[in-house]
């Protein structure tokens, strides 16, 4: 049945007309992808943002040999190299990421770490890094050894791939994010430290095999970077490029963002402090800097506090709940919070004002709350 169903996940994913937005809303109503490949025309029209133009290219695919024999042939190519296919209902899925709009609703995995760490960091810059950038990527991964974070970046030239290998060599688990099929590696340069990153982390992607590295894929890749993440540093960067994509949609997502400031000259730090200029990142120098800023220190003493907390009297059913949420962890991100308890973001951050307010909370940098 779990294959049958993949089958069916891997068909949705193929159907032209579709993205993944109008995908989950296709799943929230049907049930499952069987259910939307086997749901009524009335009904399928009735589904918000679907309608006549949609239904007609879910209706086309069920009689579309193609694309089932595609979802097969990718079936036995995961099978045979070991990947874990990840839907974005399934509880592995990584969390941070499900919550994003547009996050993909298939996702492909290689590998052994926990997507759902509890801390987890993007590292990303130019692909024409100086000795400056590798230096500050090299002890950025150095300071952050002794914590137990899950770094991210997208295994391309430069301090992607130095931000990989740094977090090898400090026993730090490591995910790449691919704009293709797990079938190649692009640059292929980077082969031996993928070969690494699968023991030590992993690769992922949205992609079926046999996609190549278009152009259009890597800001669409950018997404999933940005939004598995609790926080982006951007190393360095020109005044464009795909890092600052990253740390706009990383804004988009209420992720916290941070930049190592360069020389006024320098032109592949301007992008960076254009960042910091405009306040769309906060200027580190180091990792202390990073765990300070996301509330990441002292967690024995927020362990001990948390343990001898009584819980308040006169306060909501919703409120006892987001209290008794928050006690049982050091610190929580608010949409873990949302994911926990079922509540839109904008019922969360109600009730978080109200629980600060009273005194009974605090907040993080980082979005992150602990007991006051």
Known sequence: ??????LYQIA?????????VIAKNLIAYCGSASAVFNEKKDALMKIPQVGEYVT?????????????????EEIKFIEEENITPLFFTDAVYPNKLKHCNDAPILLFYKGNADLNKEKIVAVIGTRNATDYGKQQTEKLMAGLA??????????????DVCAHKAALTNKLDTIGVLAHGLDDLYPGLHINTANKMIHQGGLLTEYLSKTNPDKENFPKRNRIVAGMSDAVVVVESKRTGGALITAEIAHTYNRDVFAFSGRAEEEYSAGCNMLIKR?????????????????WEQTDIKKTKSKQFVLPVNLSEDEN????????????????????LQLTPGKVSGLLLQL???????????????LN
């Not at 049945?1 to 993949?6: D, G, I, P, S, V």
């Not at 949705?12 to 993944?20: N, P, S, T, V, Y």
């Not at 914590?147 to 301090?159: F, H, K, Q, R, T």
């Open 1 to 6: 049945m779990q294959k049958t169903e993949l």
């Open 56 to 72: 007609k290219f879910v209706l086309s695919s069920r009689n579309n040999p193609e694309i089932f024999k595609r979802a097969e």
């Open 12 to 20: 949705l994913k193929q159907i032209h007309g579709i993205g993944d």
């Open 356 to 370: 600060e307010f009273g005194n009974h909370i605090k907040s993080l940098p980082g979005k992150h709350y602990t």
């Open 321 to 340: 709940l987001l209290i008794s949420l928050i006690k049982e962890t050091t610190s929580i991100h608010i949409d873990d919070i949302c994911a926990r």
């Open 279 to 295: 306040n769309k990142a906060a200027l580190i120098e180091n990792a202390a800097d990073l765990l300070y800023a996301m509330g």
């Open 146 to 159: 002794s914590e137990n974070i899950l770094i991210v970046s997208g295994l391309a030239y430069g301090i």
